[in-house]
């Protein structure tokens, strides 16, 4: 089949088998056109990754205005950010691909080996955080697996993306290539059942292990659709077999708390209709599970146990975020322990909870539940203004909860933006609107063969 034709149908069969239908309507609840705000986020979103890149090295900044070093996984999600702003003309394709090229090649060509200092990555992964300039490791962060997962992602997303037969695209998909075949995945795997989270020169590999369920799946899809250096064939029942299925506030699912274990992986893979065998069983697949995943963390906000100022049903979100000083307060007679960045979210499994409000955990989600998640963003918005909303979109996080013991300040709102939190608000608003980097990604041999490895059947993987 020619590659014209292939994605002419995937493109026509995901619409038809879709398990929860996207609605591009600009007012999803019903009441507000939204068409203005989610052009003005997308476009603010967008310019943060174009404009704040470090030229040299081609990294995204883990946060700014704070500038402390780069994030291979805002890297990852500045990629896709890039084929957005050509889709939705704010640059030029040429711009786009040159910008791609030169990150590739940087990482191309950036210090691999397995010294403690002056080098960028090993085996194909690489450091979590990398310095300006340079692209060296960050002080001695660790080679981190998942957050080359989320590179990888991203990469992979320009190899399927930029197909025109010139010299410039052609490279890109060369180096793509290149970049994800040199990845060791089996060797991350330490000779165990799960695969380590990383790995220092100083100490070997890290104890903590990928087990299911997080944002990992993404990672263990690609590990087992690389032909060079793929995981064992049992990865993905053992993946699975940790899971926990749990119901919270009404809403039986597979848990995890933060919010973004249930988006990063589908930033980049459609799951809508697509199952694996512990999905066939429940019935449902993992984006109708992220979908519970948002109401069941808004419903928790909205019941709000602990009593935290201005909760409400569109003031919630809780994931993986900056917090105001690490401090206890006392909230309505009990000692409230606040957090500086901290994995916040409510599950079954646990509730990390300090008042603290990301507007990525609604951003994240907007595929998934549109018509509770695009309000939310737009009533923060509008009722903290300039306060949380400038010009690159939506600051981090606040907390109106918070009082500072030493100057008596009330309430919080966060200084910079964060890569990692900017990149599913601008994916999965795109995602929601056009499918744009599902598509692109339903056409990535090494994806369709990671999903097919595991398991996955069903919907558009059925029609390739």
């Not at 917090?323 to 307060?329: A, I, L, N, R, V």
Request: hydrophobic share 35%; charged share 20%.
């Amino acid at each position: 089949m020619k590659k014209t034709s292939l994605i002419s149908v995937i493109l026509f069969f995901s619409m038809l088998i879709s398990a929860v239908t996207i609605s591009c309507n600009r007012n999803p609840d019903g009441k507000t056109d939204y068409s203005s705000f989610l052009a003005d986020l997308k476009r603010k979103t967008f310019n943060y990754f174009w404009e704040q890149v470090d030229i040299p090295s081609y990294g995204i900044p883990d946060r700014f205005p704070t500038k402390r070093f780069t994030s291979i996984a805002a890297t990852g999600f500045g990629i896709p950010s890039y084929i957005i702003g050509i889709e939705n003309n704010f640059i030029s394709r040429e711009d786009a691909a040159t910008r791609v090229l030169k990150t590739l090649e940087w990482f191309w060509n950036s210090k691999q080996g397995d010294q403690n200092a002056e080098i960028s990555g090993y085996k194909g992964f690489y450091y979590h955080f990398l310095t300006y300039n340079e692209g060296i490791r960050y002080k001695n962060v660790e080679l981190s697996t998942i957050d080359t997962g989320l590179l990888m992602a991203g990469i992979l997303t320009a190899q399927s993306y930029f197909t025109a037969d010139n010299d410039m695209e052609s490279s890109i998909r060369s180096l793509a290539d290149s970049l994800f075949l040199r990845v060791e995945w089996d060797w991350a795997m330490n000779g165990q059942e799960w695969m380590s989270m990383g790995w220092k020169p100083e100490t070997g590999f890290l104890k903590s292990q990928w087990d299911g369920y997080n944002e990992a799946m993404v990672l263990i899809i690609m590990a087992m659709g690389s032909p060079r250096h793929p995981i064992h064939d049992s990865a993905w029942n053992s993946w699975c077999k940790t899971y926990q299925w749990e119901e919270f506030y009404g809403q039986e699912h597979l848990n995890f708390s933060p919010l973004f274990g249930h988006q990063y992986s589908q930033m980049f893979i459609d799951f809508r209709g697509i199952q694996d065998d512990y999905m066939r069983e429940k019935g449902i697949d993992y984006f109708e599970n992220s979908r519970r995943a948002t109401l069941s963390n808004r419903a928790y906000c909205i019941d709000n146990p602990s009593g935290f100022e201005n909760y409400s049903d569109n003031i919630w979100g809780l994931t993986a975020c900056d917090g105001p000083k690490g401090q206890t307060q006392i909230v309505h007679g009990d000692t409230i322990q606040m957090w500086t960045y901290k994995a916040r979210g409510a599950s079954a499994l646990r509730i990390i909870d300090d008042g603290t409000i990301a507007p990525t955990a609604a951003g994240g989600s907007i595929p998934f539940a549109p018509e509770i998640c695009i309000p939310a963003l737009y009533s923060m918005k509008e009722t903290y203004g300039e306060l949380l909303y400038q010009e690159y979109g939506f600051k981090d996080a606040f907390n109106i909860t918070y009082a500072d013991q030493t100057t008596g300040e009330k309430a919080w709102f966060d200084k910079d933006y964060l890569g990692i939190d900017q990149g599913p608000i601008l994916i999965q608003l795109e995602n929601y609107e056009t499918e744009l980097i599902w598509n692109i990604l339903k056409t990535n041999k090494y994806i369709i063969k990671g999903l097919q490895s595991a398991g996955f059947r069903g919907g558009w993987l059925d029609a390739i």
